[in-house]
């Protein structure tokens, strides 16, 4: 019985240690939060006149990205290594937005 007693203590201690770290973390993070929403604000006043934002960048072909396509393109196909591929040209199709990053 004294060996139960003794392991129920240890595991209550170990649960209160726990919560009480989680406690203690979820305090900080809101103390961040607040810090945070301060210079977030302060930053909007300050920045009345900001600039346009820049567009985004167009994608040109360059070399590098032509060699991974191939790589990508003949890796899927299961050709053979040593049989030649060559691309001809790459064109974007639909949305900018990555098929793996699209939503369902």
Do not use: C, H
């Not at 934002?53 to 040593?82: C, F, H, K, L, R």
């Not at 064109?91 to 699209?102: F, V």
């Amino acid at each position: 019985m004294e060996n139960f007693t003794t392991g129920l203590l240890v595991a209550l201690q170990g649960m209160l240690i726990v919560f009480a770290a989680l406690i203690i973390l979820m305090v900080v993070l809101n103390i961040m939060k607040l810090f945070s929403k301060e210079e977030s604000k302060v930053s909007a006043k300050s920045s009345g006149n900001a600039p346009a934002p820049v567009p985004a960048q167009s994608y040109e072909d360059n070399d590098e990205t032509i060699v991974v396509i191939s790589a990508a393109v003949a890796a899927m196909s299961g050709n053979d290594p040593t049989k030649r591929l060559r691309v001809m040209s790459i064109r974007r199709q639909g949305s900018a937005t990555p098929l793996w990053t699209a939503s369902k």
